[in-house]
């Protein structure tokens, strides 16, 4: 079946702009965690769904926030980005929240200029 | 600060060695998962830890979950080019899906 995808790929925005993300979890998976990652900082969580509601979060701004859609699609927006938020933006998806494998979807490349 | 403090950083060997990549946390664990990342991709799960003093074996690679459940190792019998790649350690504190990811080892295999 096919794997997690995230669109786009790879994206340039300049600072004070704002940006969606989105994220198609596998065929039956319902929940969805996205993840930044930085050379310096490494993966760092931002947020998980499970059907529509938000489970968790992590310790990001308020500019980050995410939204999960009746078919178990993510997006996430970031909003009057900054010259460091430029990332790879990573999304997994799982059968549910708890023990279930994590599968990581390509990611979408961020550059803020 | 890092929750969990993985190392080496970067280990470059030849094709034939062994290698050793540790996880280390002051904090417990419920479980401990080691992924593999290479460029463009996203990480890929090789292997869960859930029992202290747990060991699973992978083909050439060796997982080890520490009795107290705040560490773990990696170990590659005769590492091979297609080794290379980023490897990391997760740790789950029982929170969802919410993981701790170390900062990453990049293993480069030369032949």
């Known amino acids: 079946k096919a794997g997690v995808t995230q669109t786009p790929r790879y994206l340039i925005k300049t600072r004070g702009q704002q940006v969606t993300l989105s994220c198609s979890p596998i065929?039956?998976?319902?929940?969805v965690s996205w993840y930044q990652q930085t050379p310096g900082q490494g993966l760092q969580f931002l947020f998980e769904?499970?059907?529509?509601?938000?489970?968790n979060k992590g310790n990001f701004p308020g500019r980050f926030s995410g939204r999960q859609f009746s078919n178990s699609r993510s997006e996430m927006n970031v909003s009057t980005l900054e010259l460091g938020d430029s990332a790879l933006y990573l999304c997994?998806?799982?059968?549910?929240?708890?023990?279930?494998?994590?599968?990581f979807g390509p990611g979408t490349r961020l550059t803020v200029l | 600060t890092q929750l969990l403090e993985q190392s080496p950083q970067f280990l470059s060997i030849q094709e034939g060695e062994n290698l050793t990549v540790y996880c280390n946390s002051s904090?417990?664990?419920?479980?401990l998962q080691w992924y593999r990342q290479e460029p463009g991709e996203g990480p890929v799960l090789l292997v869960t830890?859930?029992?202290?003093?747990e060991v699973k074996k992978l083909k050439r690679l060796t997982f080890q979950f520490g009795d107290a459940r705040k560490d773990s190792s990696l170990h590659i019998t005769a590492a091979q080019p297609g080794d290379t790649g980023l490897y990391l350690c997760?740790?789950?504190?029982?929170?969802?899906?919410?993981?701790?990811f170390g900062a990453g080892t990049i293993l480069r295999v030369k032949s």
């Open positions: 997760a740790g789950d504190k029982g929170y969802g899906n919410k993981l701790v």
């Open positions: 065929s039956g998976h319902r929940s």
């Open positions: 904090s417990v664990f419920s479980s």
């Open positions: 769904y499970f059907s529509e509601t938000q489970r």
């Open positions: 830890v859930v029992t202290g003093g």
């Open positions: 997994a998806s799982s059968l549910a929240v708890g023990k279930d494998e994590q599968f």
